[in-house]
């Protein structure tokens, strides 16, 4: 029977700079600190972040395991670059959490800007706040020996205590569909929402 097989999944658009931030700096922080939490607030062990590292592209056809993925995750995180927003696989993991919350009254969708978020769409932009991350999307060895790197970490302690209260909310295992998004159609307004307690 099937059921939620991850706590989390990780939405991201990666490229040369912020993939290699995303696997080498947030991953192995968040996932250290988010599993803590999850044990601390959901009472049980913790289940898989699914963070899918193939690079697709338009016109590809969805993988099973990404669609399997997407459905059987409590949670979204989206780590967004403008480029994320013209992703139609990543505006697709996006807009699935956030229909899928919006019928469950729940917040399923974490949104987080690893960029300045100034060229986001502006119904998005206007409408979600965003934890942002843009100041501390440096890679290279050298960022793990500055001031920044240990402000990061007290950012993403709090962010991670955050997501493991939405895990925790999520609503039962339902078969949920995939809001399938393409480049032509139009963002939906989305109502504030906010990451702050």
């Not at 939490?37 to 697709?56: G, H, M, Q, S, T």
Request: some cysteine; glycine content about 4%.
């Amino acid at each position: 029977m099937p059921g939620y097989t991850h706590d989390i999944f990780l939405s991201v658009k990666s490229d040369a700079i912020f993939g290699e931030w995303v696997s080498s700096i947030f991953i192995p922080l968040f996932e250290a600190y988010v599993r803590q939490d999850i044990i601390a607030v959901c009472k049980r062990a913790p289940e898989d972040i699914f963070y899918y590292k193939k690079n697709l592209k338009p016109g590809d056809p969805w993988p099973d395991d990404l669609k399997t993925a997407i459905q059987e995750s409590r949670v979204a995180v989206a780590l967004c670059s403008p480029e994320y927003f013209y992703s139609e696989w990543c505006l697709t993991e996006f807009h699935t959490f956030w229909e899928r919350g919006k019928t469950k009254s729940k917040r399923l969708l974490v949104p987080a800007s690893i960029h300045d978020g100034e060229s986001f769409p502006d119904d998005i932009r206007g409408n979600l706040q965003f934890e942002s991350f843009s100041e501390y999307v440096v890679v290279g060895d050298g960022f793990r020996t500055t001031k920044k790197f240990s402000d990061f970490q007290d950012v993403l302690k709090e962010f991670s205590k955050r997501v493991a209260d939405l895990v925790l909310q999520a609503p039962p295992f339902e078969d949920w569909p995939l809001v399938e998004k393409t480049m032509t159609q139009e963002t939906p307004d989305v109502p504030q929402q906010t990451l702050s307690k």
